[in-house]
């Protein structure tokens, strides 16, 4: 830096103690560092109470009392732990449980393996793979309405564009079958979907973990004779586990909360085939207003995730220290 | 000098590692019997489940190895 740099910066600094309020400057100067750091975090914490912690220990309360959004000025009484019997005892809510977990496993399978075949591609940094990076991350980079709405009209029967490849080679009729409207195919259609979606994603976290593993290392087993195979189980997998791991975390906790697409895709039919537990949470906060008992439920949903990542942590803090 | 004086080992109960493999079994469980499709009565013993785990799974996190 010259001097005529220094002189400048002096100059600004001293413009600035100038412009500065002298009660303002009076306090700031008889602060602590610990005091300033707190000074800058206080508004992150105070946003972070407000918006994430305030509604939740709201909605444990709310999980209480037989509270109706609709009857606001209704009196609130408490009931206990009614609606958790309830919400735990409803079989249909069972088995939008089950809708849950089916599709949470196929679209997490689907989007790991496909996601990391592509990675493994990618990293194989080929002419113009830059080029298809790009070209793969698309998906993931649009907003889910249109997402859900272009693939309804791939779905239509008489001028999809899936049902007419599906028919080039099967052979089957096009208009033969409908993938939203099919009690065995709709489930189907929305992890097609999601998979289609999200894989990007997966394949971004597989590729940052392919990138991490050093060259030594493959070059030494190279020169041990380890073969492809050898190397890609023994080397490239465990090197690559925590993010996978992570990216399976992250996949999972969206994946439990799926709505968007469903309602875009289905609404959650034909009749409750597709109906996913965000989708019957919303049900019975907003159509069947019941916020107490789906207050219990989201509680409960917030349980079974929480749970899952603090195992899902642990087992990644242990492949770490591997 | 080395010091001979056997090193009293903690219970079971009051050590890290152990207790956190429990935790996270109960946990694994409770998870395990809120999607499951057979029977309905896993599914209502499901949350009390899930939270036992959890909840001893932040206890015990907290314990010495």
Known sequence: MTDTDTSLLDKAAEKAVRATPAPLAFRVRGLSDRAIAWLFITPTIVLLL????????????????????????????????????????????????????????????????????????????????????????????????????FWR?????????????????????????????????????????????????????????????????????????????????????????????????????????MFDMVVLLTGGGPGSTTEVASITLKREAFESWRTGRASAFAIILFVAVFGLANIYVKALNRVKQR | MENTTPHKKRPFFLRRGPMENVATALIAIGFLMLFQPFALVLYTYSLVTLLAGTVMFIIVSKFPE
């Open chain 1, 153 to 257: 009209f791939l779905y239509q029967p008489q001028i999809g564009l899936f049902n007419y490849i599906y028919s080039f080679f099967t052979g089957v009729d096009p208009s033969s079958f409908e993938m939203l409207g099919s009690v065995a195919l709709s489930p189907w259609a929305i992890i097609i979907v999601d998979t289609w979606m999200w894989t990007p994603y997966v394949m971004l976290i597989c590729l940052a973990g392919l990138r991490s593993i050093p060259d030594y290392i493959y070059e030494a087993a190279e020169v041990d004779r380890a073969s492809a195979w050898r190397q890609f189980w023994s080397i490239t997998v465990p090197m690559a586990l925590p993010f996978i791991m992570l990216a399976v975390l992250f996949r999972a906790i969206e994946n439990f909360k």
């Open chain 1, 50 to 149: 407000a918006i994430n912690i305030f509604p939740l220990i709201w909605a444990v309360h709310l999980s209480f009392t037989n509270f109706r959004a609709n009857r606001p000025n209704a009196a609130i009484d408490g009931v206990g732990l009614s609606n958790y019997q309830r919400v735990l005892n409803d079989p249909d809510i069972w088995q939008a449980m089950q809708t849950t977990a089916h599709f949470v496993f196929w679209t997490i399978l689907l989007q790991m393996l496909i996601g990391f075949t592509l990675a493994h591609l990618i990293d194989r940094k080929f002419r113009g793979h830059a080029f298809w990076t790009t070209v793969i991350l698309i998906p993931m980079m649009l907003s889910p309405a249109v997402v859900g709405n």
